[in-house]
C-alpha cells in the first residue's frame, strides 16, 4: 500500500457527462501528479500540483482541469467525456529523497468507462 | 512521440531464467531512470532507479545496466519467479523536472 488513496475505484458514464476523480497524497507530500493510462498510450503525465500551485503540466487537454486543496487532496475534473476518455487515471504523490530528487508514489488508480 | 522507447511489448520466461526489458531514450537532458513494476488493479510502484553517471545498479534480483553513450537502459531480472509476474515500465525524468515519461510497459509472465 503506497499512502495514496484515490476515490472512486470505479466509474461507469456517459459521454458528454463530467466526473470528478478524488485523490488523497501521502501524509506530507506537497506534490500531486496525474498520469492517465490508456491501452494505446500507455502512462501519460496530465499535471502536477505542489502546495496548492500548478507546477507543471503534461498532455492535459483543455476539457480536463484539475485543483489541489488546502488539505493537499487533489481532484482531476473531465468534461465533455468522450469515449476516447475511458482509461485509467492514477495520482501519484511525491517525497524529496536526497540526491534521487522526488520519489512518485502512486495510488490505485481510477478506472473510467465511458459508454 | 514516445519520449521513452520500450521493449518487448511482452515476455514469457521459465521460473529461475533470467528477464531482460530495455528501454532507449533520445534526450540527454534526463537524468533520472526509474523503473515501475505494476500488478493488476494496482498502481506502478518504484522498483528500482538509475541516474546515468553510474553504469549498473542491483538491488536483490533486480538489476539496471545504463549505456550512456548509446542513451539506452535495461532492466535484468535475475532468477525470475512467478510472483514476478507484472508489467514493468522504464521511465525518464529530465533535469529540472519532476514529472515521469513512461516507456509502453512490458508485461512479463514467469512461467513454473
Known amino acids: 500500500d503506497s499512502g495514496v488513496t484515490q476515490t472512486p475505484k470505479h466509474l461507469i458514464t456517459a459521454t458528454g457527462q463530467r466526473v470528478t476523480l478524488r485523490c488523497s497524497p501521502r501524509?506530507?507530500?506537497?506534490?500531486v501528479y496525474w498520469y492517465q493510462q490508456s491501452l494505446d498510450q500507455g502512462l501519460q503525465f496530465l499535471i502536477q500540483?505542489?502546495?496548492?500551485?500548478?507546477?507543471a503540466k503534461g498532455n492535459i487537454l483543455e476539457r480536463f482541469s484539475a485543483q489541489q486543496f488546502p488539505d493537499l487532496h487533489s481532484e482531476l475534473n473531465l468534461s465533455s467525456l468522450e469515449l476516447g476518455d475511458s482509461a485509467l487515471y492514477f495520482c501519484a504523490s511525491s517525497v524529496a529523497q536526497g540526491d534521487w530528487g522526488e520519489t512518485q508514489y502512486f495510488g490505485p488508480g481510477t478506472r473510467l468507462l465511458v459508454l | 512521440q514516445q519520449q521513452v522507447k520500450q521493449s518487448p511489448q511482452s515476455l514469457i520466461v521459465q521460473k529461475g531464467g533470467i528477464s531482460i526489458i530495455n528501454c532507449a531514450y533520445e534526450n540527454t537532458a534526463f537524468d533520472y531512470f526509474p523503473w515501475y513494476q505494476q500488478f493488476p488493479g494496482k498502481g506502478p510502484a518504484l522498483l528500482i532507479a538509475i541516474r546515468p553517471d553510474v553504469s549498473e545498479k542491483k538491488e536483490g534480483r533486480f538489476t539496471i545496466s545504463f549505456n550512456k553513450s548509446a542513451k539506452q537502459f535495461s532492466l535484468h531480472i535475475m532468477d525470475s519467479q512467478p510472483g514476478d509476474s507484472a508489467t514493468y515500465f522504464c521511465?525518464?525524468?529530465?533535469?529540472?523536472?519532476?514529472?515521469?515519461?513512461f516507456g509502453t510497459g512490458t508485461r512479463l509472465t514467469v512461467i513454473p
Open positions: 501524509s506530507g507530500d506537497l506534490s
Open positions: 521511465a525518464a525524468r529530465l533535469t529540472g523536472a519532476n514529472n515521469l515519461f
Open positions: 500540483y505542489y502546495n496548492g500551485e500548478e507546477r
